[in-house]
C-alpha cells in the first residue's frame, strides 16, 4: 500500500513537472525524441503514437527506412523516459505515459493514437 502510494506521488509529481514544462522537455529532448523525422509518417497514417510514449509502424508495408526511423525514435525516448524517471524516481513506464498524453495533446488532427486495448483512433 506505502509502495503504491508513493509511486502515485512521484508519478502526479511527474505529471507537474511534465505539464508545466513542456518546452523544457521538447528544448532538451534528443533529436529523435522529438520525433520531427517521423512527422510526414504520422500524417499520412503509416506510423502512430502509442499510450506508452513510443511511435509504432501502423502499415505492414511500411518500407523500412520507416522501420529503423521508428526503432531509433524510440531508442532515444526511452534513453529520456530512463532518465526522467531516474531523476524524479518514478516509473520508466508512468513517464513514456505522461510523454504519450503531451504528444497527443499537441498533435494535429489527422494523427493516429493506439490505446492500451490495441485499437487505433484517429485524433
Known sequence: MMK????????????LVATGTAA?????APAYA?????D?????GIVGERYD??????DANA???IRKLVEDTNAERR???EQQAASTGAPATEVGKVYASQIMSAAPAGWWFQGADGAWVQK
Not at 24 to 28: I, K, L, M
Not at 40 to 44: D, K, L, N, V
Not at 53 to 58: D, K, L, T
Open 24 to 28: 523544457t522537455f521538447v528544448h532538451t
Open 63 to 65: 518500407p523500412a527506412s
Open 79 to 81: 534513453k529520456v523516459y
Open 34 to 38: 522529438q520525433s520531427k523525422p517521423l
Open 4 to 15: 503504491t502510494l508513493s509511486t502515485m506521488l512521484k508519478v502526479a509529481a511527474l505529471c
Open 40 to 44: 510526414a509518417p504520422r500524417t499520412s
Open 53 to 58: 510514449g513510443y511511435a509504432a509502424v501502423r
